[in-house]
């Protein structure tokens, strides 16, 4: 880690316009950007956040609204007013959070709610020509996680020709799903990382690799927490998503926990660790040398050409272990979504999906236990107690809903449903962290939010209900939250 934050200052030496990313968490704002992509105006990749501003900005420049359908007029218009508020050149901007929550929900979606019962933050962000620095301070006080000083949600980088370099706690998401990421999701507390991204999705201007189109390439460093079986686990992330066609994005993602205490932790094992040498036993290895703990996969988006380009079909496979080289024992994710202008006022997207965290959940041979569990790295792959990708944690076969109405003033519904069941494979795993047992889960959510002088002001409630195969008993859970921001 000092390495790289040794080479983050030394790239510093040239470059572009730095400009900041945008971190998973704001569902209106990914909702826009999809729309004005799957219309044409964005050209570049869509489904690694953070994503870089500068591209967007480029195509935000070149659209002419003179032309356009006035559903996405309004969509370009929001995305613009964003864009000025987060990315103003040599200028110091603060910004300040507080919100209050009973019974934070414990599976997140893609949208940013509070943690814990109260949230306090302030923020303070620079951009210049090749460096960017978004700061904040957290109180949070939570009973999942007793950190109650934080500096999440903070990005302090340098731009290296199209590369960005930074140290960051942003908050990410890997896939093109609205309610959970199988591999990488906000579902956890962002872990302190150098993140190497690549800004502009430019295509490859050689004609053997041109018909890759617009790609984009997100490399992670990460430090996990002390408190854990293995303490000090370090986290390697490595994600190239591409668009051959204007209608297809896909995505191919790799995690893995390696190092820490007692764990080997040299270059040799990195080596191993990057050509999939991991296998205790099959590989020539014992225990005491294994790489790590591996996840591996690919996501597949597409947007057939209907009318409006409306409908979009998504898939995410994520395997646990390794065979032959490639991913194996997959878990897997499939989705389809609509997107469209109700009333000559709302823009819409509803969406819906399936999905499943139990491994092999393809044959009748599933392995319970397996998915984000590991023998070495006893914790799995969870940071602060919580699932670092979907948040139903191993063993979930859920199927969820969502529905996003956003006016042209940035007036914002949004609903949400599960149901299915946690833990529901195998006998009961007490590394779970929703329930050592199955259990049969049905849940709500609610939320609105609106743009006022003084700030953006957001309110949500929702229902939980839940019934334990074990002991029979049956428990319901309101939960409400409340939020102000300034700004956007």
């Not at 099959?282 to 703990?293: A, R, T």
């Not at 006022?345 to 009748?364: G, L, N, P």
């Amino acid at each position: 880690m000092r390495r790289c934050l040794a080479l983050t200052i030394l790239l510093a030496v040239s470059s572009a316009s730095a400009g900041p990313m945008m971190p998973a968490g704001d569902l209106a704002l990914r909702h826009d950007i999809q729309r004005l992509a799957d219309f044409g105006l964005i050209r570049g990749t869509t489904t690694t956040w953070p994503m870089a501003w500068a591209p967007v900005l480029e195509a935000l420049d070149a659209a002419d609204a003179s032309e356009l359908p006035a559903d996405i007029v309004d969509a370009l218009s929001r995305v613009r007013a964003r864009a000025n508020w987060e990315t103003h050149d040599g200028e110091l901007t603060f910004t300040t959070k507080v919100g209050f929550s009973d019974n934070p929900t414990r599976i997140r979606s893609f949208q940013d709610t509070p943690r814990g019962k109260t949230e306090i933050s302030a923020g303070a962000t620079w951009i210049g020509d090749w460096f960017a620095a978004d700061v904040n301070l957290q109180y949070v006080d939570s009973e999942q996680d007793d950190d109650e000083f934080r500096v999440d949600d903070t990005y302090v980088g340098v731009v290296a020709g199209n590369w960005s370099i930074a140290a960051s706690t942003q908050q990410r998401w890997w896939g093109p799903s609205w309610d959970g990421s199988v591999i990488l999701s906000n579902n956890a507390r962002p872990f302190p990382a150098i993140a190497i991204d690549r800004v502009f999705t430019d295509p490859f201007e050689t004609r053997w690799l041109s018909w890759i189109g617009p790609w984009d390439l997100s490399l992670l460093f990460g430090q996990l927490e002390k408190e854990r079986e293995i303490p000090d686990a370090q986290f390697f992330g490595m994600r190239f998503n591409f668009r051959p066609l204007p209608s297809l994005e896909i995505g191919l993602s790799r995690t893995a926990m390696w190092c820490g205490d007692g764990r080997p932790c040299n270059a040799s094992t990195f080596s191993n660790l990057l050509i999939g040498r991991d296998n205790v036993g099959k590989d020539g290895l014992d225990q005491s040398e294994e790489p790590g703990n591996q996840l591996a996969g690919y996501d597949i988006r597409w947007t057939p050409r209907f009318p409006g380009r409306s409908v979009s079909l998504y898939l995410q496979m994520i395997g646990e272990d390794e065979a032959g080289g490639l991913p194996s024992r997959y878990m897997g994710q499939l989705g389809a979504e609509w997107s469209g202008y109700l009333a000559d006022r709302w823009s819409v997207r509803a969406f819906a999906e399936y999905t499943e965290t139990v491994c092999q959940f393809y044959e009748d041979s599933e392995v319970p236990n397996c998915a984000y569990n590991h023998g070495t790295y006893e914790t799995g792959y969870r940071y602060r107690g919580r699932p670092i990708g979907h948040g139903a944690d191993n063993d979930a076969e859920l199927v969820s809903a969502g529905l996003i109405l956003i006016d042209a003033g940035d007036t914002q519904w949004r609903a949400n449903l599960r149901v299915g069941k946690l833990n529901a494979g195998g006998p009961p795993d007490p590394r779970n962290t929703l329930t050592p047992t199955e259990q049969d889960i049905l849940s709500v959510d609610v939320s609105h939010a609106r743009a006022f002088s003084f700030g953006t002001v957001e309110i949500g409630a929702g229902y939980r209900e839940i019934e334990d195969a074990v002991s029979g008993r049956s428990d319901g859970e309101a939960r409400f939250y409340l939020q102000w921001r300034s700004g956007f």
